[in-house]
T-cell receptor
């Protein structure tokens, strides 16, 4: 069975500071890993994905994540936080299946950006 | 935009009544999913479909049924709604090599 742990249900950073959101996963097979962002009262938007190619993955809005197999981690980072980054972020894992991305989600991390 | 439309977007219903939520996609994707989102739980898979009339249970399937009679439509039915099914429901589709993409959600309140 797969699982995802997001450390910290709520993270606050100052505008311009580094954003680091942590995600650890467990999977019995090589995983596909995803980060999604959810703005209030909206659906989930795909930020970035790891699908066994490059271990450093760049996504939208300046975010990136690094897949570290030895640490079973896929932490999300952004060098400089912007007010518009305030949202909830979800890490998710999927078996590498042929076109099917049945996701197991973490509980989410709400990011606040302080002016 | 992955061409996913959920209806209704909001619904209030009474305990014990049946409720059907609809997910419609315009791009002929094979895999479709229903998740529910609850505070402190993230999103959890209810049911999924891998083709017309092909469905299977997810993590939290009790009290829910699904149907897929056409590629473009995936219906989620609460046979007899309970207050514990008050939640936000999301439909998703898989795009090979790209990931899963979500609809805008349906906020269901059972009173």
């Amino acid at each position: 069975a797969q699982s995802v742990t997001q450390l910290g249900s709520h993270v606050s950073v100052s505008e311009g500071a580094l954003v680091l959101l942590r995600c650890n996963y467990s999977s019995s097979v090589p995983p596909y890993l995803f980060w999604y962002v959810q703005y209030p009262n909206q659906g989930l938007q795909l930020l970035l994905k790891y699908t066994s190619a490059a271990t450093l993955v760049k996504g939208i809005n300046g975010f990136e994540a690094e897949f570290k197999k030895s640490e079973t981690s896929f932490h999300l980072t952004k060098p400089s936080a912007h007010m518009s980054d305030a949202a909830e972020y979800f890490c998710a894992v999927s078996d590498s299946g042929a076109g099917s991305y049945q996701l197991t989600f973490g509980k989410g991390t709400k990011l606040s950006v302080i002016p | 935009d992955a061409g996913i439309t959920q209806s209704p977007r909001h619904k209030v219903t009474e305990t014990g009544t049946p409720v059907t939520l609809r997910c419609h996609q315009t791009e002929n994707h094979r895999y479709m999913y229903w998740y529910r989102q609850d505070p402190g739980h993230g999103l959890r898979l209810i049911h999924y479909s891998y083709g017309v009339k092909d469905t299977d249970k997810g993590e939290v399937s009790d009290g829910y049924s699904v149907s897929r009679s056409k590629t473009e439509d995936f219906l989620l039915t609460l046979e007899s709604a309970t207050s514990s099914q008050t939640s936000v429901y999301f439909c998703a589709i898989s795009v090979a090599g790209e990931g899963a993409f979500f609809g805008q959600g349906t906020r269901l309140t059972v009173v």
